[in-house]
């Protein structure tokens, strides 16, 4: 990923709050968080306390890592910068543009400072995951132009290697410090990995050949998918109980996008009509969290309530961001006066029902934070 695609600015302004009812659902406040005097903003992530982190254009256009607490925004980053994750003391992880202008460095990002850690040596490292310790991971690009996954503090930053092939990647971090993600072995096969920073472990696969492991919580239960003997995808918890097929909707495949701290899991799963449904798995039954209309649903995160946002297509084949609690999925597109265009692939949710996101306000693309009413 190039500098300049990573660190692209994106929407701004500030202000607005109003009321949204919808059929299934409690409704919202809406919250605009607004721009440091640009026209964009972006929100890349939420934390227990509903602050939010990301970026928004300074009056000169240029991105700035930003973290929104109750609506007002603080500038993390002096130069371009992006924050990409947040943990519940609001230190934000993300990234900055190295001192001499050529890399996407990995930093800390807090009010106090920027921790930078650069890179594994080559021109970009991505952040997927802080924790309430400081720690954070994500993958970076080596001086032999391969992609490693990655493990770092304030201190500095360690490479999680491979399994003898050429590329690994993480996806999440817990609270534990226990990051998982994927890992190429000498055979060209991806392959799960868990991993504390002393090297990876290997959890096994459902019978198959690949794994790909993207969500973990503070038990350590995880979740991906993983090939069966007859060679496809299904979603998976791996736990003290060892690989455990989650199974499907009644067609092939499936796959497991995130987990809440129950060891329930959302994700993707092909029906018996051969279409791919949102599920939530409550740790024995897979449910089908239907369509807006459309062909195909996918979940992407879940809160401790087991409210679930992600994306689903609409009759006329629209992609849609839906929130789904009580058994009804909600456009949010629709459900929300004043906000509309949201961008479905980045939803964040929190265990208080708090969603973050970008979209369109008064005509502008900004951040912003849907709270629940009472």
Known sequence: MKTTKLLQAAAGGLVSLLTATSAGAAGWTLTDLGTVGGATSVADGINSAGQVVGYAEAADGSPRAVIWT?????????????ALAVNASGVAAGSVLSADGTAT???LLSPAGVADVGTLGGSFAIVVGINDSGQFAGYSRRADGKDHAFLATAAG?????????DYSQAYAINNAGLVVGSAYDAAGKSRCFVSSGG??????TLGGTFCNAFAVNDSGQVTGSSATAAGIGHAFVHDARGMVDLGTLGGSSSLGKAINRHGHVVGSARTAANQTH?????GTTMLDLGTLGGSTSIATAVNAQGQVVGNSTIASGAKQPFFYAGGVMVNLNTAVPGLSNINADKLYLNDAGQIAGTGTIAGQQHAFVLTPTP
């Open 199 to 204: 090297g990876l472990v290997d959890p096994g």
């Open 70 to 82: 109750a609506g007002i925004a603080t500038v993390l980053s002096p130069g371009l910068g992006r």
């Open 157 to 165: 930053m360690a490479d999680l290697g491979t399994y003898g092939g």
């Open 278 to 282: 949102a599920f939530l798995h409550d």
């Open 105 to 107: 460095d990995a930093a």
